[in-house]
C-alpha cells in the first residue's frame, strides 16, 4: 500500500504539468472562441442590413468600411492566435543576432506617429545593443507601443525611451492614457485580458510580449508614468560591441 502511495503520488505529480497544460488549452479555445464571435457577428448583421433593402451608394460605403475594419480586426485575432499556438507546441530557440535598441526605438517612432498621438523617441548617441532576433524585438516594440497610442488616444502623449546602465540595457514606453490600475498589474499579461475599458484590442499583444520577453532573458517593470498613463519597460543583459580586428591587431602581443 505505501509503495501503491508514492507512485500515485509521484505520478500525480508527473501529470501535473499536462493537465496544466490541458486546462489552459480549454481556456484558450472558450476565450478564442467568444473573441471571434464578435466581429463575425457584426460582419453578419451588416451584410443583413445591407441586403435587406436597395439603399444609396454612401449607405453601401458606410457598411462595407465597417466590415472592413471587423475583417481587420478578425485577421489580426487569427494571425495572434496562431503566432501563440506555435509557440507553445514549439518555442523556437532564439538567436544571438544582435539588435540596437536605440535604432529600433527611433524606426518604432517614426512609424507610429501617423496613428494620432504625440509620439517622441529618447535614445542615447550610441548603439544600445543586446542579443536576441530583431522581428521578435520588432515586435515587442509595436506591440508596446501600439498599445500606448490606443490608450492615450489621438490627442495624448507617447514616449519611447532607450537605456544603458550597467549590465542592463532597457527599453521603456509610457504614455498619457488612464494607466493601469495596480490590481489588475497581476493579470496583464494574462491572454484575453484588457486592464481597462478605454482602448481596444483582442487582449493578445501583451500575452505574445510576455512570450517575447521570457524567450530572451528580458525583465518587466510595470508602473506609473510621469506622463500621467502607464510605464511599460523590458530590460535585457547589454550586448557589448564586439571588438574589431583593426583594433585588436593595434595591440602589441604579450610575452
Known sequence: LAMFGGLLVVGLRALAPVEHSRRRQLEFTADASHELRTPLSVIRAEVDVALSAPREAAEYRDSLR?????????????????????????????????????????????RFRAVGPAVSAETPDGAVLISAPPEWIDRLAGVLVDNACRYAGPDGTVRIEVRAQGSRASLTVEDSGPGIPEAERPLLFDRFHRATEHGSGSGLGLAIGDSIVRSTGGRWQVGDSPLGGALMSVSWRHAQPARTAASLAGRSPQA
Not at 480586426?73 to 509557440?87: G, P, S, T
Open 66 to 110: 465597417r466590415i472592413q475594419g471587423e475583417s481587420h480586426r478578425l485577421r489580426q485575432l487569427v494571425e495572434d492566435m496562431l503566432w501563440l499556438a506555435r509557440f507553445d507546441s514549439k518555442p523556437p530557440l532564439p538567436g544571438s543576432e544582435p539588435v540596437d535598441l536605440a535604432t529600433l526605438a527611433q524606426a518604432c517612432a517614426d
